[in-house]
């Protein structure tokens, strides 16, 4: 029995292993690919820019090459894989760039060229692509602010290229704007929430919850709302941001003879801080605010140990009375009021909205 249990933890441990340099073979592989494509868009756009007329370039060459290259590697490289190579060069040229001869000026000869410093590190360049060829596509799309955002997302959190799609059309970018930018500094408070420091780096402000099936007239108590968000947990936890993990449900507490019951717990690893969060169907009272302020209260009391931050407390409600939630809520508190939606808005919504501000 002890021999047989020996020979599961030693399968395991290998497996472990193998799957494990899988995943680094695909990493590596994937890399290369990417970086490959780089250096395909920069020979491309350094032809074109040696005297060719764009007109006959595009018309003409690109075809033969495409023609050429797919005879010998292939499909992958049609025209329009090959202009997409290009653009994908032109976009990230600069910020590859900059980061290579960053990260290289201490080995190489100062009055190096530049474009020489690029290709002598092409190592240290093929660090930063970390995603795939397919999210690239998807991104460079994008303006470079925009652009640079949702990359970090997805680095940071690994999305898969379905994630950041739900992500781009749930319009993130747009609501950390509305969330964090009531001051026109948006580059600082984007950089906090990749990295949040503090509570209201973390907290957004609407979250979008259309992975539960309720479309916009569907009927539902709050219980129904709470049961969907269990059921489909992993994706609220994406929803909800970095360093979330789940407590649990319907967390009860009791003093005086009184039992409460607070609707969901997260902890937060990157705040080290407790997230209560309490579901609400209309528009928040100050009664439910009151009532978060003393759930607060409860874990940071009795909860949460010394070495752990104040607990955040989040009234997740499907419509609010910012009046009435900036007027009840002390200048200096964890609590903070959200809307959910449960349906996709319209980047155009949003965009609105940011103009109002």
Known sequence: MNENKLSINLTSTIKNLLENARKQVVQNINTTMVYTYFEIGRVIVEY???????????????????????????????????????????????????????????NLPENLPKDQRLRANSEI???????????????????????????????????????LKRQFDSALFERVFLSRDKQGVLDDNLEKYHF????????????????LGFDEVTSYSESELEQKI??????????????????GRQQRFTFDDQ??????????????????????????????????????????????????????GILLAKDKNETLVEITLPEQSNVFASEYKTYLPTKEELKRQIEEV
């Open 48 to 106: 074109e820019q040696n005297g060719q007329k764009r007109a006959e370039y595009n018309s003409q060459t690109l075809k033969e090459v495409s023609k050429e290259l797919t005879k010998e590697f292939g499909r992958g490289f049609s025209v329009t894989n090959l202009q997409q190579m290009r653009t994908f060069y032109l976009s990230y040229e600069k910020q590859q760039t900059v980061s290579v001869i960053s990260a290289s000026s201490k």
């Open 125 to 163: 360049s093929k660090m930063h692509f970390t995603l795939s060829w397919s999210h690239y596509v998807f991104l460079m799309r994008l303006d470079e602010r925009e652009r640079n955002f949702y990359e970090k997302e997805s680095q940071i959190n690994n999305w898969s290229l379905r994630e």
């Open 196 to 211: 949040p420091e503090k509570p209201e780096d973390t907290v957004k402000d609407p979250y979008i919850l259309e992975f």
């Open 230 to 247: 269990i059921d489909h947990l992993e994706h609220f936890l994406l929803e909800l941001g970095k360093g979330f993990t789940f407590v």
């Open 259 to 312: 039992h409460f019951f607070v609707d969901l717990v997260f902890y937060n690893r990157l705040l080290r801080c407790f997230v209560v969060i309490d579901l609400k169907l209309g528009r928040i009272k100050h009664q439910d605010i009151g009532q978060m302020l003393m759930y607060v209260n409860y874990y940071d009391r009795f909860v949460k140990t010394d070495e752990e931050n104040p607990t955040i």
